[in-house]
């Protein structure tokens, strides 16, 4: 979320603010050694990945 970082503000922030929302709670969840929670939250760890990838890495997701 670092200026020096984004591509176009309000898109990149959103796509940041997933991934570290994401990455709090799988934070918060392995100091708790909660392994449920973590299984919980697989899905919104992986949404976040691909919601950026998707906006920033060229021809992701396609097949050649």
Do not use: I
Not at 4 to 20: G, N
Not at 29 to 37: L, M, R, S, W
Request: glycine share 4%.
């Amino acid at each position: 979320m670092m200026p020096a970082h984004m591509r176009d503000e309000d898109r990149w922030l959103a796509d940041a603010k997933l991934m570290r929302d994401a990455g709090a709670a799988a934070f918060k969840a392995a100091k708790a050694k909660n392994v449920d929670a973590l299984d919980a939250l697989n899905d919104q760890l992986y949404q976040s990945c691909v919601t950026c990838h998707q906006h920033y890495r060229p021809n992701y997701g396609r097949r050649p």
